[in-house]
């Protein structure tokens, strides 16, 4: 098993998001102000390139400018699919979209980061991918017409359906043992998740708030609860 490391780094690591998620301001002493516009990624390949079937010979040739991890340069989209599928988590998201929720490309993403099994939108067919940065490549994204279909695909893949929303007898998140083979459903902003969604659902959790509204941003809850499961289940990370 990969066992977690037990205590964080001290030494000051380069940042992991890409200059395409973060806009920082620069002072007049960053080095980065002779050259503010960065390019992400790397650039061409050196010949003679190793020989990988993995490998994009156009991304050899131009560069690699895309968001993906270091260990991912080079490869094309389909290798890296097939490498995450190899060991994707046993969780799968789920999002109801009756009116285009805007937040469903931004759980996408974070489905991505976590390696879910699968993104199931229930309701309307098409989602604003805007959030998702391009990740739905990487990830399997069903649809389903209604709560009775993701229902029927969550027992033949005997999957626990979690419904999360702040709705009286929900539990605490914070202290739920979350099952291994989980489908956690989400509700839209406005009107939460639909009563056939919490019919559906074996258990309902939500997450501790302490402030005075009475929810928080969707995609914010999904990362909370996606985050929730790989601290009780998942290993540590792949390197790099
Ligand atoms: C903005 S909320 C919907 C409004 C909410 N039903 C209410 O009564 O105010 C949209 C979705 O975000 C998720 N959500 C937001 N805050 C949450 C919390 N504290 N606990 C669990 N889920 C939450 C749920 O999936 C919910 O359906």
């Known amino acids: 098993m990969h066992r977690w490391p037990v205590t964080c780094s001290t030494t000051p690591v380069a940042p992991a998001c890409s200059d395409a998620d973060v806009t920082d301001e620069v002072s007049a002493t960053d080095p980065e102000v002779e050259d503010p ?14 020989d990988d079937a993995r490998l ?5 040739a131009n560069g690699d400018r895309r968001n993906v991890a270091d260990r ?3 490869w094309t989209n389909e290798a890296i699919v097939a490498d995450l599928d190899r060991r994707r988590h046993t969780f799968h998201v789920a999002i109801e979209n009756w009116q285009h929720d805007l937040n469903i490309g931004n ?6 980061a976590f390696n879910a ?12 991918r805007r959030g998702a940065m391009v990740t739905d490549r990487y990830l399997h994204v069903d649809h389903h017409e209604d709560v009775a279909s993701l229902s029927e695909f969550a027992t033949s893949e005997r999957l626990e359906m ?20 989980a489908l956690f459903v989400f509700g839209q902003e406005g009107p939460g998740l ?15 708030q302490y402030g005075s509204t009475r929810s928080i941003n ?9 985050h929730t499961w790989i601290r009780q289940h998942a290993d540590a990370p792949p390197a790099g």
């Open 194 to 208: 639909s009563p056939e969604a919490l019919d559906a659902a074996s258990m309902v959790c939500s997450i501790a």
């Open 218 to 226: 969707v995609a914010v809850a999904a990362g909370i609860a996606m």
């Open 72 to 74: 991912y340069r080079y």
């Open 56 to 60: 994009d010979p156009d991304l050899l």
């Open 117 to 128: 099994a699968a993104v199931h939108i229930v309701g309307k067919r098409r989602w604003n």
């Open 162 to 181: 979690i419904a999360i929303d702040v709705v009286p007898g929900a539990g605490p998140i914070e202290t739920v043992s979350l099952p291994e083979r």
């Open 107 to 112: 759980v996408v993403r974070t489905a991505n």
């Open 37 to 50: 516009v960065r390019e992400v990624g790397v650039g061409p390949h050196p010949t003679p390139w190793p």
